[in-house]
């Protein structure tokens, strides 16, 4: 997520501020992650559930709660998210597993066992267009057949038009999620502050790199994902996936 202007790479300062802010700053986030798990089809037991950059780990646990007899690895390049995420599914750790990996490079892709599922949220659009069709490639590579890619990313507008109403949008989620959690703005206060709204200025934070949606429903559907959609999209965030033959 945007933050820290100027940084060129995601640090551990991104992460703390991610930890202390995402429950203001990500809209809808409850039923984004409702509908991420609604998108994995019912695994068999003993099945392997992938996160990418679990952050806080909301979504790791909600998965090892909806499919109890599934395991969940959850990857990250951040030290805090990965003590973080082992903190919120500690009443599962008998079932996660976390490892450290670097979401750019490729060596990690090869799974001891395929996914039934690989899931990221808010990820993938620190990664150039290139770099998400390789990854594309390499989970559809990956995944057992039946198998689903599930992201959830902020997705840039093709329009002018189309990233002032995504600026719009995610203002009046977080001002809205500011009052609802705390009864007052100061979370608001601090998502301007931070310049947090990619929507607002696209072009000026180097580690946020997303690509708009249109491609990559066409890159998943090269790397020969089929059922490409979008289950949800709202203030420049999307929820789309693809299922491997």
Not at 69 to 82: E, F, I, R
Request: proline share 6%.
């Amino acid at each position: 997520m945007a933050q820290a202007q100027g940084t060129a790479h995601w640090d551990e300062n991104h992460s703390r501020g991610f930890l202390d802010n995402g429950r203001y700053f990500v809209p809808e986030r409850e039923r984004q992650i409702g509908i991420i798990a609604d998108l994995i089809p019912q695994p068999a037991p003993g099945n392997l559930l992938v996160e990418l950059c679990p952050g806080e780990g909301l979504l790791s646990r909600a998965l090892l709660e909806r499919f109890p007899d599934c395991h969940v690895l959850a990857l990250d390049g951040s030290a805090q998210m990965l003590e973080q995420t082992r903190a919120t599914c500690r009443d599962q750790a008998g079932r996660l597993t976390t490892a450290a990996f670097e979401l750019a490079q490729r060596d990690w892709r090869r799974f001891a066992e395929p996914p039934h599922a690989v899931v990221s949220s808010l990820a993938i659009h620190h990664l150039d267009g290139r770099q998400k069709q390789e990854l594309f490639a390499d989970l559809a590579a990956a995944l057992k057949p039946g198998g689903v890619l599930v992201v959830a990313d902020i997705v840039r507008p093709p329009t002018a038009s189309g990233l002032d109403i995504a600026a719009r949008q995610w203002d009046e989620a977080v001002r809205m999620r500011a009052l609802a959690i705390d009864g007052d703005l100061a979370a608001f206060a601090e998502f301007n502050r931070l310049g947090w709204n990619y929507f607002r200025n696209p072009d000026g934070e180097p580690i946020d790199k997303p690509s708009s949606l249109a491609e990559q429903l066409s890159w998943l559907a090269q790397a020969g994902f089929t059922e490409v959609d979008c289950a949800w999209l709202f203030a420049g965030h999307a929820i789309f996936s693809g299922r491997k033959p």
